[in-house]
């Protein structure tokens, strides 16, 4: 079943998701980002271009366990001690909402299990990934430097819940409100108020 949401009552619904187990919670998001570009001002596209993709998370896990589960797989010591974060991003609710340091923003800290196909877009049009010089982060130091082999790295990110058009959790599909266009509500509220046969 879809529910319509605000961006409020998402967040509120991944921290009563998430608050109620001990456990970790798989997640499936659909996602649109302004991807993070090289060169600056000399590249015209910086700013402008959207990426959306589908993104499988896992909400509520423990990212030191995580990447000492990887070095035990892998034959080697569990020694890797998590880092305070170093990007002013705190934790405010369970263990996944963060806020930013004026509190203006909105993040959910996630595990990435798997990324879909990206598409990007420039004034709404598609466009070349090929076109854009992605900026592509360096791997983790401190997960290299504890002996994690490259590619294998346990994948955490801050997403900010404003990025999110749908989420997917338990059953139930989470469609964000203000993240539809005109005639995605006009269905929406169609589909509503059609009676079933």
């Given at each position: 079943?879809?529910?319509?949401?605000?961006?409020?009552?998402?967040?509120?619904?991944?921290?009563?998701?998430?608050?109620?187990?001990?456990?970790?919670?798989?997640?499936?998001?659909?996602?649109?980002?302004?991807?993070?570009?090289?060169?600056?001002?000399?590249?015209?596209?910086?700013?402008?271009?959207?990426?959306?993709?589908?993104?499988?998370?896992?909400?509520?896990?423990?990212?030191?366990?995580?990447?000492?589960?990887?070095?035990?797989?892998?034959?080697?010591?569990?020694?890797?001690?998590a880092q305070g974060?170093?990007?002013?991003?705190?934790?405010?609710?369970?263990?996944?909402?963060?806020?930013?340091?004026?509190?203006?923003?909105?993040?959910?800290?996630?595990?990435?299990?798997?990324?879909?196909?990206?598409?990007?877009?420039?004034?709404?049009?598609?466009?070349?990934?090929?076109?854009?010089?992605?900026?592509?982060?360096?791997?983790?130091?401190?997960?290299?430097?504890?002996?994690?082999?490259?590619?294998?790295?346990?994948?955490?990110?801050?997403?900010?819940?404003?990025?999110?058009?749908?989420?997917?959790?338990?059953?139930?599909?989470?469609?964000?409100?203000?993240?539809?266009?005109?005639?995605?509500?006009?269905?929406?509220?169609?589909?509503a108020f059609t009676?079933?046969?």
């Amino acid at each position: 079943m879809t529910k319509y949401v605000t961006q409020a009552e998402l967040v509120e619904a991944v921290k009563n998701t998430v608050g109620a187990t001990t456990g970790s919670t798989i997640v499936y998001a659909d996602t649109e980002t302004v991807p993070k570009l090289a060169g600056g001002k000399s590249n015209p596209y910086v700013g402008a271009v959207k990426r959306s993709v589908g993104i499988k998370f896992i909400l509520g896990f423990d990212y030191e366990n995580s990447v000492n589960n990887k070095l035990a797989k892998e034959g080697k010591e569990k020694t890797f001690e998590a880092q305070g974060r170093t990007n002013g991003l705190k934790f405010v609710d369970h263990r996944c909402i963060l806020v930013n340091a004026d509190e203006t923003e909105t993040y959910f800290w996630a595990k990435v299990e798997k990324g879909g196909e990206c598409s990007y877009f420039f004034k709404g049009k598609p466009i070349d990934k090929a076109l854009l010089n992605i900026y592509v982060a360096p791997p983790s130091k401190t997960q290299a430097a504890a002996g994690i082999e490259k590619g294998n790295e346990v994948v955490a990110r801050s997403y900010k819940f404003s990025s999110i058009l749908a989420l997917r959790m338990n059953g139930e599909e989470y469609r964000v409100v203000e993240r539809m266009s005109q005639d995605e509500k006009e269905r929406a509220v169609e589909a509503a108020f059609t009676p079933v046969n």
